[in-house]
């Protein structure tokens, strides 16, 4: 089973609540889970999972708590080519930067060689007013995938 890293950027605690639950529902599966809500460079093992799930702050920004982590991502270039990386982001379509602020994070991961393991999912407290159930829905159909 997977060892998996949940990388949490969290304003006002929605993305918290869905990274807590999908963190239950892999280890219903078996997977050692770990959330992370100030993401530490030299604490994260690049060969386990990193599953990231974060808000969009403000004009298009990560949230304060996940921001230092992605300093030090562009401060120490890590080799990240055997970490492997999915995005939950979490946005309100109604501001022009839905869903904007983990792409920065993303951009780095891939610039230092992590590779997507699915494509991302975009959810819309708009549309999903409990971000928790498309969240869990996205991790059913690929958390087979993990060994």
Not at 119 to 127: E, G, L, N, P
């Amino acid at each position: 089973m997977a060892n998996v890293a949940l990388l949490v950027g969290t304003t006002l605690g929605s993305a918290e609540y869905v990274a807590d639950e999908l963190a239950e529902q892999l280890s219903a599966q078996g997977h050692q889970t770990h959330v992370h809500l100030a993401p530490d460079l030299a604490d994260l093992d690049p060969q386990s999972f990193w599953l990231i799930v974060s808000s969009t702050h403000g004009a298009g920004d990560l949230p304060d708590n996940i921001q230092p982590f992605l300093k030090a991502i562009r401060l120490h270039s890590p080799d990240l080519s055997k970490t492997k990386f999915a995005l939950c982001a979490i946005g309100d379509s109604s501001y022009d930067t839905f869903c904007q602020g983990p792409e920065s994070l993303v951009e780095e991961l891939l610039h230092c060689g992590a590779t997507e393991f699915v494509d991302k999912i975009q959810i819309d407290v708009q549309y999903d007013p409990v971000p928790e159930d498309p969240a869990q829905a996205w991790l059913t159909s690929w958390q087979s995938k993990l060994v």
